[in-house]
């Protein structure tokens, strides 16, 4: 079964000049087991259109859609507080930038046990043995001394260890992973993919990673949805996409990774510019 | 052999992080003794992970900070800053482009002031001569002439970035140092930039110090690599020999970490998973 089903998403925002398109008519589909990677440059709209599945978008975007469901209930026509009830609990949000993300003026335990107290109504001391077991699940040492710590004191890395312990907080049926690993180094990279995917397996998790990194969809993705522009370019499993991409802008995607590069000058831009021009940029079928 | 552009020698810089009423006072190793050599017309890649002393590094080479102990030589010339005022010749040698295209550029002062500045602080050419200059410039990082009186604001990423280049290729320098140019980029603009430098570089025969923690990137780019690792330099050697055999177990950390985009791992990997 699918696990969120989106049909024809238009998102829009209101500027001093008029609407401005971000998502326009991306349709994708997440099923139960699976992880789903959407890629794509930065202002291809692959946030916003999560986002707008969170429901976390300011007033001034107009969100449509002709299906946005979840485990086959329509996220727009649930009212608020009976979508706050699926929000944090079966459909989390990892967020790109950890140390932003985390509320600087509480220890990370206040912030893990809150999304307990909210949503699962737990006593304060089952709400810390799970806080604490989660900081064991995501691999933090000596849990116990560090739920009293304030996310200044923990590195980059750690952050992010924190933020995937609230997202797992209530085991979510699916997990939206916005540029999980964007902020850290490499070696710290590979430890929290492996993590995420190692919990992943476990939970049987659905799983959304949006990345602009195509070395991360290959090491993470089953299915993949190229976007440009807030149009669904390709969709494709994961090997076609990197064997045989079908769309010239996803080959041109893939030539310009760096070891890709044939001679010693890269496609680019002059490239993308006239794939524009010289062909309609529709949704591939 | 080509000429020597940059050399140090057991080049050091410690950190001393002021004590209080309730805190000792510390000791920061940041670079702990290393020596490079880079010929003109080269780039030498710097790998590391953040903290490990890379852009301490970079400062150091740049005139910025000076070095706690070591020498540094361009072209031949021991520099010290420590002792001695900088020359103006010396500080038009080597120049700097850094990892925020957004953070980098003064949000209050046109893309011309922001290219002619180097050349009033530096040089005394008359206004006419560095207008021009500016201009000629902004037609080769691939702007426009009309963008002279545009605010930084009005660019892309990759277009500040070029901006930025610019504005380090004034002076003419010998020595570029680029730290981690491309990690705030896209894909499709880091390959604009990219080719870029490698453009600019045939053109003005410009040595590069290219600080980056993206190895498809150096592997690309560089003719030498060093990896850091706290401070140390615990690899160093030409692009062939670091990456077709490390020695280091960081190194080898390093390589194992990063992703893979190719066909045959993203086969061992649904393998892997089917199993």
Known sequence: MALLEIENLVVEFATASGPFRAVDGISLSVNEGEVLAIVGESGSGKSVSMLAVMGLLPWTAKVTADRMAFRGRDLMKLSSPDRRKIIGKDIAMIFQEPIASLNPCFTVGFQIEEVLREHLGLDGKARRRRAIELLKAVGIPDPEERLGAFPHQMSGGQCQRVMIAIAIACNPKLLIADEPTTALDVTIQKQILDLLMRLQTEHGMGMIMITHNMGVVAETADRVVVQYRGRKMEEADVLSLFEAPKHAYTKALLSALPENAVGDRLPTMPDFATLEASQDLGTLR | ?275
């Open chain 2, 1 to 275: 052999m080509n000429r020597i552009i940059l050399e140090t020698r057991n080049i050091v810089r410690d950190y001393h992080i002021g004590g209080s009423l309730f805190r000792k006072p510390k000791t920061v190793h940041a670079v702990k003794g290393v020596s490079l050599k880079v010929e003109e017309g080269k780039t030498l890649a710097i790998v590391g992970e953040s903290g490990c002393g890379k852009s301490t590094l970079a400062r150091m080479i740049t005139m910025i900070d000076p070095p706690t102990a070591g020498e540094l030589l361009i072209e031949g010339e021991k520099v010290d800053i420590a002792h001695q005022k900088l020359a103006p010749e010396l500080r038009r040698k080597v120049q700097i482009v850094f990892q925020n295209p957004y953070g980098s550029l003064n949000p209050r002062q046109k893309i011309g002031d922001v290219l002619m500045e180097p050349l009033i602080i530096n040089t005394d050419i008359p206004a006419g001569e560095r207008r021009e200059r500016a201009m000629q410039m902004l037609t080769k990082v691939g702007l426009d002439e009309k963008h002279f009186n545009r605010y930084p604001h009005m660019f892309s990423g990759g277009q500040r970035q070029r901006i930025a280049i610019a504005r380090a290729l004034m002076l003419n320098p010998k020595l570029l140092v680029l730290d981690e140019p491309v990690s705030a980029l896209d894909l499709s603009v880091q390959a604009q930039v990219l080719n870029l430098l490698g453009d600019l570089q045939d053109e003005f025969g410009l040595t590069y110090v290219f600080i980056s923690h993206d190895l498809s990137v150096v592997r690309y780019i560089a003719d030498d690599v060093m990896v850091m690792y706290f401070g140390e330099a615990v690899e160093y050697g030409s692009r062939d020999e670091v990456f077709s055999s490390p020695k280091h177990d960081y190194t080898k950390t390093l390589f194992a970490a990063t992703p893979r985009a190719d066909v045959e791992s993203i086969r061992a990997r649904l393998a892997r998973k089917a199993a």
